[in-house]
């Protein structure tokens, strides 16, 4: 049995109840993940051929060492970068490295500040140069997968309602949903309950309650959706080596629907696409 609890006198730690955030909650929140979408957006104008990933992760943790925030990721479970760089089949947490991007790549950027006690998590996928068309179409899709999930945001639907959008959308382009990654309650915690499904049915999962506050993040294939984590125990990659991409926003549910905190001030939210 689920239970919802009042976020700010919960204890600090992920108890699989559901916490239930306030407006100084969503305050907190809007600032974090304004941060983070502010960095993705600087990082459309670095991301480039020849570049290293490793330079993209040293801007990520300037930008917030400049801002008062700190990123997630440092030393979280024993990562040790301040973003997570997925390339091409790599469908989430590539470790940055000196390998410069090449052209044609697609990467994602996936970045978490924590500003004030308040996580703002968001990724966005950057092609690198010019891209193939296949390449393009993915990113195309996993973005309206993305806002077809945020759609489904409303109080009293289920979490499973967000799964079944994300997948029909995937599914009906041909392409496949991850499954063995989710979105994730988040806000004082970095990943907290509820898991969020980017698959399933809208009578699962669930009840959406004005105040919570989790992250959708669908990762999609242009092959299989099976994944395999390589030995340096992240990387996570394709096991047919397809193509993978995702983009994630962090949201909250309002009485009426949702509030998107990680939008792009600049409009950047699909760098490289119209
Ligand atoms: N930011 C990722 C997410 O969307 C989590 C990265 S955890 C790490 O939940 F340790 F791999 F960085
Ligand atoms: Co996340
Ligand atoms: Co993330």
Known sequence: MITY????????????????????????????????????????DIVKPGVAT?????????????????????????????????????????????????????VNIDVTYILDGWHGDSSRMYPVGQIKRAAERLLEVTHECLMRGVAAVRPGARTGAIGQAIQAYAESERCSV?????????????????????????????????????????????????????????????RDRSLSAQYEHTVGVTESGCEVFTLSPAGLDRPGLA
């Open 54 to 106: 490793e330079t993209i992760d040293r801007f990520v943790f300037e930008f917030g060492m400049d801002h008062g925030a700190m990123p997630a990721t440092l030393n979280y479970r024993g990562y040790t970068k301040s973003s997570c760089t997925s390339i091409n089949h790599v469908v989430c947490h590539g470790i940055p490295d000196a390998k410069p991007l090449r052209e044609g790549d697609i």
């Open 5 to 44: 609890l009042d976020a700010a006198t919960a204890p600090l730690r992920n108890t699989g109840q559901v916490r239930l955030y306030g407006e100084d909650g969503f305050a907190g929140m809007r600032k974090a993940c304004a941060l983070t979408a502010r960095c993705l957006d600087a990082l459309a």
């Open 178 to 238: 991850v499954r063995d990654f989710c979105g994730h309650g988040v806000g004082l915690l970095f990943h907290d309950a509820p898991n969020i499904l980017h698959y399933g049915h809208a009578n699962e999962g669930i009840e959406m309650r004005p105040g919570m506050i989790f992250t959708i993040e669908p990762m999609i294939n242009l092959g299989r959706p099976h994944v395999k984590v390589l030995s340096d125990g992240w990387t996570a990659v394709t």
